[in-house]
């Protein structure tokens, strides 16, 4: 579908600015809980853009490139949130009792301009002269397109906007009945199985459900043998191992799974990710060697550059860049002055500097190349985080090798998570700059307004990111930490941040238990010869992502069992709706693309809601606040079982077959 190309098209523009930064409020907000419960975040793009088209259709001036704006600034939301998977750890290790504003948000921020900055000089190797298939980037160009350029696509934009309505209303409604007591939190059954146990459990949550349906049902079947290989063979044989005859099936199996287990799913996912990344070395390489000759090449010619390929120029990304230094070298010395590590803050604020320098570059050109290749949601940005912290760790610990003291090896440990945080968020950024940039290819938008775009959404996020993660800490809390303080007693797993943080006190206090790790490596690289395998009998069309197995392992199954099912539910939809027709027109597409809306409404509305109610929770200091008018009329634990599923059956196939039918009808009145 090819557009006119318009000389000076509207594209930055004070509203869409400002519905830009809306959206990138509310779902960062969304993200950080989501990311907090699940350890996965979503993008955000294509739901931004969707909004955009249905909120700017009032103004006749509105055009595709000033939406492809919008969901440009939006998008930091999806990314930037990841810096949560790093920051829930300096309260884990006790050093954090609350969140700092100020150092929270220069860690986002910093990090995030450098990412946008080193991932600029990629765009025309990595983007413009690349084959590269960028599928979100494609996607959300794609819906700008529909929406842009015919009646249709208005209509469709309108029903996507009353997708993500619906899907959040039904979310957060479904959320609120949980919270009321009205019907049961989570789907369990846990047994004995001689002298140990096993069993599974599924968080009555619709967010999860719509995680599964956006990560689609090659990542939930890689979960789902995840779920096998923890649930179904290592908590079964470790049990009958370690036997706790004292405890009931519930706990034996989640002691065993909490001790052993996780460490099992941690060396799984360092393998799957090593892996993952190794094989990017090579062409990330030729991608760098490339934008370097094609700048040469450029200044060569010296011919007047087109709209569509004018980026920020070289002199403003080196000026920013030596000017974000100073920050960041202030950020590190007021992190460690005046605590045990002061004897040694100027060589460990140097490397700080210099590792978010080398380190920033490599993990963005990396990230940048990924989004490219499986696109931002499927990054395993979980191994640049492992990466990166052991590499800050190492770091770290040999500049305060010998120190004593008390806090000393925790002032250590804090230190390489304030470091990995900001090196994450440049990765992070990166991976969406290029992916944006891409999307922008595609509608012809000019370059540098969209990294100008993102810089706005990333101060926004960086905004965000602390109060929601403070709001989270008083209200629910983190597991593992020993100084918690929270209103209910129902912590947050904040599964990535637990992983992080117990690599970086295992590498500085020498006291990571290798022998599970390594067992869990072996299996995670069990599962990458078995996905070579996959792929090769199957000639690309399978393939059995080793990492979601690894997640699939390391996190609860409250969590992993709802993204299966979610996953499942997404494809039968999509197969449902495969190959259905109306006045000889095909709906499937347009009926995939609501079903996507919904998915991420289910995200919105139960994350928002959560959120508003952790605020309730610290407002009132009461743990369960919407529960008490109820208490008279709560259900049995069985039957609020059975209300949860029965519910959420109903609901999300209602709304699936919402979809299916406003779609048949756009399609049939157009």
């Known amino acids: 579908m090819n557009l006119p190309t318009i000389p000076r098209p509207n594209e930055i523009t004070v509203r869409g600015v400002i519905l830009g930064i809306l959206i990138t409020l509310i779902f960062t907000a969304a993200q950080v809980y ?40 939006a998008s930091a939301a999806g990314t930037l949130a990841s810096v949560i998977f790093v920051l829930p750890g300096l309260i884990m290790i006790g050093w ?8 929270t948000f220069m860690a986002c921020a910093i990090g995030g301009v450098l990412g946008v900055m080193y991932t600029v000089p990629l765009r025309r190797a990595l983007v413009t002269q690349s084959s590269l298939p960028y599928p979100e980037g494609v996607a959300a160009a794609e819906v700008l397109r529909v929406g842009t350029s015919s009646r249709e696509g208005g209509a469709e934009g309108a029903a996507g906007l009353w997708s993500i309505i619906w899907g959040s209303l039904f979310s957060a409604f479904y959320a609120a009945l949980a919270g009321a007591k009205l019907m049961a939190g989570e789907v369990a059954k846990y047994f004995k199985v001689g002298t140990g146990a096993t069993g599974l459990g599924g968080s009555a949550s619709l967010a999860l459900l719509g995680a599964g349906h956006l990560m689609g049902i090659t990542v939930g079947i890689a979960m ?50 090593i892996w993952t990344l190794g094989k990017l070395i090579v062409p990330v390489w030729s991608g760098l060697m490339s934008a370097m000759e094609s700048g040469r090449a450029r200044k060569l010619e010296g011919a007047v550059i087109p709209r569509t390929e004018q980026d920020l120029p070289v002199w403003i990304m080196g000026l920013v860049v030596l000017i974000s230094l100073v920050p960041a070298g202030w950020l590190l010395a007021n992190f460690v002055s005046g605590g045990p ?63 004593t003291g008390p806090n000393t090896a925790t002032a250590l440990v804090a230190f390489a998570l304030l470091v990995t945080t900001v090196v994450l968020a440049v990765a992070v950024i990166g991976n969406d700059n290029l992916q944006d940039l891409k999307t922008g290819q595609l509608v012809d938008a000019t370059p540098w307004k969209q990294q100008v775009a993102l810089i706005i959404g990333i101060i926004a996020g960086s905004i965000v990111v602390p109060p929601v993660l403070d709001l989270l800490n008083n209200s629910n809390g983190f597991a593992g930490d020993p100084n918690y303080h929270a209103v209910t007693n129902e912590p947050l797993a904040a599964p990535q941040a637990t992983l992080i943080s117990t690599l970086a006190k295992g590498v500085i206090s020498h006291d990571l238990d290798w022998k599970l790790l390594g067992i869990g490596a072996a299996i995670g690289l069990g599962l990458v010869v078995l996905d070579i395998v996959i792929r090769k009998l199957s000639k690309g ?29 997404g494809w ?21 693309r609501l079903g996507v809306l919904i998915a991420s409404g289910f995200i919105v509305g139960e994350s928002l809601f959560n959120v508003a109610l952790a605020g309730i929770i610290v407002l009132t200091g009461q743990a369960a606040p919407l529960a008490g008018p109820f208490a008279a009329i709560w259900p049995d634990e069985n039957v609020g079982m059975v209300i949860a599923i029965v519910l959420a059956l109903v609901g999300v196939t209602g709304l699936y077959r919402w979809a299916a039918a406003r779609a048949k009808k756009v399609v049939a009145e157009n």
């Open 34 to 73: 989501l990311g907090l419960k699940v350890g996965l975040t979503f993008a955000t793009s294509i739901p931004a853009a969707v909004i955009s088209m249905a909120l700017l259709q009032a103004f006749k001036t509105a055009t595709i490139q000033e939406n492809n704006i919008v969901q440009t600034i």
């Open 96 to 103: 954090w009792t609350n969140v700092p504003f100020l150092t």
């Open 224 to 273: 789902l043998v995840g779920l096998a290989i923890a649930w179904g063979i290592c908590v079964p044989i470790l049990t009958q191992l370690t036997p706790m005859p004292d405890l009931s099936a519930a706990d034996h199996a989640g002691k065993v799974w909490g001790t052993q287990v996780r460490f099992l799913g941690a060396g799984a996912i360092g393998a799957a990710a």
């Open 341 to 403: 590590l002061a004897e040694i803050a100027l060589p460990l604020v140097i490397s700080g500097v210099l590792y978010i320098i080398v380190a920033g570059m490599l993990a963005a050109a990396v990230c940048g190349y990924m989004a490219g290749l499986i696109g931002s949601s499927n990054s395993p940005v979980s191994g640049i985080a492992i990466l990166t912290v052991l590499g800050s760790a190492l770091i770290v610990g040999m500049i305060g090798y010998g120190m």
């Open 541 to 569: 069309k399978l393939s059995l992502p080793s990492l979601g197995v690894g997640l699939a392992i390391y996190l609860p199954s409250s969590v992993t069992a709802p993204v299966v099912i979610g996953a499942f539910a």
């Open 572 to 592: 039968i939809f999509e197969r449902a709706v495969k190959g259905k027709t109306v006045n000889g027109k095909d709906f499937a597409e347009p009926a995939k």
